[in-house]
């Protein structure tokens, strides 16, 4: 029987969780949310994040979602409560499968959180991680989300832009780490990141740091393929897609191809009010 999945973000960040999500279980039908006209989200109060992701997460729901990925670190981080207590479906965020992941990956020790300043203020990952006995060090990275939807991407060429971005990368780690030299793992705490992952781990190494970067979009989809009982990886990606956007359907689908790793066609425009 096929699951239908619908998964939401502020914009074109969540559709790294999405690729997660296609590769573990390729069976589900899947409708993605970018809810481009209203973000950042991480700029608002938490009374208009709570509206705008009630919105979209209600949204998804009437299209017939069984299941809700908040793939938004600020929506999961400021309405993940009032999701679950509003929708009739189950709903999970990407903030404790990430910090699941760490806690395996770290064996109780200390995380370095990588994230937006919004989600850092939020503290979100810091008090998911204490009560998994955990101890977080956050690290706000504001630069890298303009340089990975600028596609400067480091791809292992010598490309200007690509030594940019590890430039920046390296600069940032070598604060954090300076800071907290006992770091035993890294979480990546944007859905963003997941495109620098390499050059995070590469970047490590040369500082002397080779220690795990764990994945939340990765996280994420395990978490849900376990809630679903559903894991096919191995098998072909095959998922059906939908997608959806508030604004810009254009830029929505030259942006999306890059964080999904496959053409995002055929994106409907819709109007969620303000």
Known sequence: MTTAIGVFDSGFGGLTVLRELLQVIPSAEYTYLGDTARLPYGSKSRETIVRYALSSARFLQERGAELLVVACNTATALALDDLREALTIPVIGVVEPGTRAAARASAGGKVLVLATQATVDSHAYARSCEAAGLRAIEKACPLLVPLVEEGWV??????ETGLVTCEVLRIYLREALNESPDTSAVLLGCTHYPLLRAAMEQTLAELGHEVPVIDSAQATAEVVAEQLGTRSIGERTTGRCSFFATDSV????????????????SVQLIDLGG
């Open 154 to 159: 480091p791809d292992g060429s010598p490309s």
């Open 250 to 265: 254009v830029k929505f689908g030259r942006l999306g191809t890059r964080f999904l790793g496959r053409p995002v066609q």
